[in-house]
């Protein structure tokens, strides 16, 4: 499948010329006051929409704009953002990112501007159409080098959908030579279990013209684990997961993709650590001896997972949940009584004006946590 079938112009991010008109019309929306207030406090109105003005391309308004925007955040809501694995990498290569999903906004923020600070180029990255109930957040997004994502239609437009999503992140990655943020799934993880669906492999195997080994070869995947020592929502997601284990469909409200994107730039997220893992071309031929595609996607899937799992950092807060799930005290070497007593302060306070069963709540709450030393463990004897 080639990318000349395609006009991506609806998916695609802006192209520098397209930047003057969008800053344009996100200087005059009022988000863009409210955002300013929290991002840079410090910095009139009047001098932001001034900057806008001279920006005239997506990287300097990555540069100018979302680099200090994402390190203000970082400085202001948690207690260092560390990484490592960058050896791994190639900066003249491009690469697919598939990572664990955890925050709307600052999953791939955080890669973006790690990324910036060592010299590496900054990559493009998936915008669920869901996301772009305003006209600022879609100039926002596509100002930041997202794509559009489709999540609604018939079983055949999903089918179109994703035969075009596949070739255009198989156009960027070879033929743009740009890198791509993918999340493992759709969605993000909400209780904690971190695994790579199939589907998403299959999506991108549509695009290859060759044996599936030569299409992933080309695409260069990268697992990415980031680590996040308090949840991003992690009080919304156990009230979503709550509501849906009544059995009863859950609705989003309007405007709650928002209210989570907010809440989990201000919310205090404690230590973050992201580990770029080791490209996964080298262990495709774990794929040849295996009889049809489906097993093969399913291995590559579990390759991927494994050294998401692996690289997970376990915080004393995952082993404390593990604890405090099985009412034992398995895992007590890896925390202090202090900080099992500060973990279990935070996490009353969040669960304390939630709608719902108070045991299941928490149940479901400590999941979150314990759910990566439960993989990381199952991981290490398979």
Same mark, same amino acid.
């Given at each position: 499948?080639?990318?000349?079938?395609?006009?991506?112009?609806?998916?695609?991010?802006?192209?520098?010329?397209?930047?003057?008109?969008?800053? @344009?019309?996100?200087?005059?929306?009022?988000?863009?006051?409210?955002? &300013?207030?929290?991002?840079?406090?410090?910095?009139?109105?009047? !001098?932001?929409? #001034?900057? #806008?003005?001279?920006?005239?391309?997506?990287?300097?308004?990555?540069?100018?704009?979302?680099?200090?925007?994402?390190?203000?955040?970082?400085?202001?809501?948690?207690?260092?953002?560390? /990484?490592?694995?960058?050896?791994?990498?190639?900066?003249?290569?491009?690469?697919?990112?598939?990572?664990?999903?955890?925050?709307?906004?600052?999953?791939?923020?955080?890669?973006?501007?790690?990324?910036?600070?060592?010299?590496?180029?900054?990559?493009?990255?998936?915008?669920?159409?869901?996301?772009?109930?305003?006209? $600022?957040? =879609?100039? $926002?997004?596509?100002?930041?080098?997202?794509?559009?994502?489709?999540?609604?239609?018939?079983?055949?437009?999903?089918?179109?959908?994703?035969?075009?999503?596949?070739?255009?992140?198989?156009?960027?990655?070879?033929?743009?030579?740009?890198?791509?943020?993918? @999340?493992?799934?759709? &969605?993000? =993880?909400?209780?904690?279990?971190?695994?790579?669906? =199939? &589907?998403?492999?299959?999506?991108?195997?549509?695009?290859?013209?060759?044996?599936? $080994?030569?299409? $992933?070869?080309?695409?260069?995947?990268? +697992?990415?684990?980031?680590?996040?020592?308090?949840?991003?929502?992690?009080?919304?997601?156990?009230?979503?997961?709550?509501?849906?284990?009544?059995?009863?469909?859950?609705?989003?409200?309007?405007?709650?993709?928002?209210?989570? !994107?907010?809440?989990?730039?201000?919310?205090?997220?404690?230590?973050?650590?992201?580990?770029? &893992?080791? +490209?996964?071309?080298? @262990?495709?031929?774990?794929? =040849? +001896?295996?009889?049809?595609?489906?097993?093969?996607?399913?291995?590559? #899937?579990?390759?991927?997972?494994?050294?998401? /799992?692996?690289?997970?950092?376990?915080?004393?807060?995952?082993?404390?949940?593990?604890?405090?799930?099985?009412?034992?005290?398995?895992?007590?070497?890896? /925390?202090? @009584?202090?900080?099992?007593?500060?973990?279990?302060?935070?996490?009353?306070?969040?669960?304390?004006?939630?709608?719902?069963?108070?045991?299941?709540?928490?149940?479901?709450?400590?999941?979150?946590?314990?759910? +990566?030393?439960?993989?990381?463990?199952?991981?290490?004897?398979?």
């Amino acid at each position: 499948m080639k990318a000349e079938q395609f006009n991506f112009d609806d998916m695609r991010p802006y192209h520098d010329a397209e930047v003057s008109a969008a800053l @344009a019309r996100i200087a005059t929306d009022p988000l863009f006051t409210k955002l &300013g207030k929290y991002i840079w406090p410090e910095v009139a109105e009047e !001098i932001l929409v #001034a900057k #806008a003005k001279k920006i005239h391309s997506v990287l300097d308004f990555q540069l100018q704009f979302m680099h200090p925007a994402i390190r203000s955040i970082v400085d202001r809501s948690t207690d260092g953002l560390s /990484y490592s694995g960058l050896e791994n990498l190639n900066k003249e290569a491009s690469y697919l990112f598939i990572a664990n999903h955890r925050d709307i906004l600052l999953d791939s923020a955080l890669l973006q501007i790690i990324l910036v600070e060592n010299n590496f180029k900054t990559s493009e990255i998936t915008f669920g159409n869901n996301l772009m109930e305003t006209e $600022f957040i =879609t100039d $926002f997004g596509k100002l930041n080098r997202m794509f559009t994502v489709l999540r609604e239609g018939t079983g055949r437009e999903l089918y179109d959908i994703s035969k075009k999503l596949s070739a255009y992140i198989r156009h960027t990655i070879i033929d743009k030579r740009v890198s791509v943020w993918i @999340a493992q799934r759709s &969605g993000r =993880t909400k209780d904690g279990y971190d695994q790579t669906q =199939t &589907g998403l492999l299959k999506m991108l195997n549509m695009s290859g013209v060759g044996e599936l $080994f030569e299409n $992933f070869s080309e695409l260069k995947i990268v +697992p990415l684990t980031l680590s996040y020592e308090y949840e991003p929502c992690d009080k919304l997601k156990v009230q979503e997961l709550y509501l849906s284990s009544l059995h009863t469909q859950y609705k989003k409200s309007q405007g709650e993709d928002l209210t989570n !994107i907010i809440t989990g730039i201000v919310e205090p997220k404690g230590r973050i650590h992201l580990v770029f &893992g080791k +490209p996964i071309n080298p @262990a495709l031929g774990q794929l =040849t +001896p295996l009889k049809n595609e489906n097993e093969k996607i399913k291995k590559l #899937a579990a390759l991927i997972d494994q050294q998401i /799992y692996e690289n997970y950092k376990l915080w004393p807060v995952n082993y404390i949940a593990g604890d405090l799930l099985e009412k034992n005290s398995r895992f007590a070497t890896h /925390y202090s @009584a202090a900080e099992k007593e500060k973990f279990q302060k935070h996490f009353s306070a969040k669960l304390e004006n939630l709608d719902g069963d108070k045991e299941g709540l928490l149940n479901l709450y400590l999941k979150i946590y314990a759910n +990566p030393v439960y993989n990381k463990i199952a991981n290490s004897k398979s």
